[in-house]
């Protein structure tokens, strides 16, 4: 179970760098303006965190559901174990 989703999120990321790289690469040769880019990047990134919701609660149902909280931004079990730990 977990380790289909951890694979799953995997593909997710390697897709999303694939995409950010196209939309890179599309800027760089002047076939579109930075504003054009950075609305492009802005519509893949909600579209990669929808698909990462859709993907926690497919593999992890219950188990996945860290929510930002009004005050932090992100309950605790969100935030990296290192940041968690950072004294």
């Known amino acids: 179970m977990c380790a289909a989703y951890f694979d799953a999120i995997r593909e997710a990321e390697e897709d999303v760098a694939e995409a950010l790289g ?3 690469a599309e800027e760089d040769a002047g076939r579109i303006t930075v504003t054009e880019a950075a609305a492009e990047r802005v519509g893949l990134l909600e579209r990669h965190l929808e698909r990462c919701r859709q ?30 730990t950072r004294g």
């Open 22 to 24: 196209h939309i890179r």
């Open 55 to 84: 993907l926690r609660a497919e593999h992890l149902g219950s188990l996945g559901g860290s929510r930002p909280t009004a005050r932090t931004g992100w309950t605790a079990g969100s935030v990296p174990r290192a940041e968690r």
